[in-house]
Structures are given as C-alpha cells and as structure tokens.
C-alpha cells in the first residue's frame, strides 16, 4: 500500500512557474513507477508525465516546460511546472502503482492539488 499526498498547486499569472510535491507513505516507494496527472473541469483525467527506471515521459503539450523528478530518499516526486499558460489550469494528481498514459492502469492516487494559471 501507498498513500500520496500532494502540495505546492497554487495561483500563478502565465509565464510563471511552480513546483509540485508528491510525498509517498511506505518503504516500498522506491519500487514505484510514478505519473503526473490533470484534469480541469469538464474534461477527462489526463497524463501529464511519468517517471521510471528508464527514464521520463511528457505529454506533448507539457514537454519542455515541466519536468517531473523523485528523490527516493525521501519517498517525494516533484513536477517542476514552468512557462505556465491559462490551459495547465486543472487539479493535478500524482499517481503510482501503474505505468504509461492510461490513468485506469494507476493504483495509487493523490487527493489532488489545484493549478489555476491566470491570464
């Protein structure tokens, strides 16, 4: 079992940047592949990025902008979020215990945290 808890979504003006945390209960973390995800109202959950012992994955509409990183050593993945724009506003979940793009192959879920992004 692992329980997620997520930080650091806030109101930020477009151009601007945060960092999201993910902090993970459990010992077993570290065997772990992590994700990203979003949803804003109306719309369906969607990947965001992905981080595994091969490497990271973006979606296309965040790649160059975001970067998603863990310090197991401290059970904690990041999403350093910058170049912010109007359209990444949604709640971001972190996510653990699946792979890939398909939100349904995720076991472990966040509570979520908002991202409103202001124009």
């Known amino acids: 079992q692992v329980q997620l808890v997520e930080s650091g979504g806030g109101l930020v003006q477009a151009g601007g940047s945060l960092r999201l945390s993910c902090a993970a209960s459990g010992r077993t973390f570290i065997r772990y592949d992590m994700g990203w995800f979003r949803q804003a109202p109306g719309k369906e959950r969607e990947f965001v990025a992905a981080?595994?012992?091969?490497?990271?994955d973006y979606a296309d509409s965040v790649k160059g902008r975001f970067t998603i990183s863990r310090d197991n050593a401290e059970n904690t993945m990041y999403l350093q979020m910058s170049s912010l724009k109007p359209e990444d506003t949604a709640v971001y979940y972190c996510a653990a215990g699946g792979s890939g793009y398909d939100p349904r192959r995720y076991n472990y879920w966040g509570q979520g945290t908002q991202v409103t992004v202001s124009s």
């Open positions: 981080i595994t012992w091969s490497g990271a």
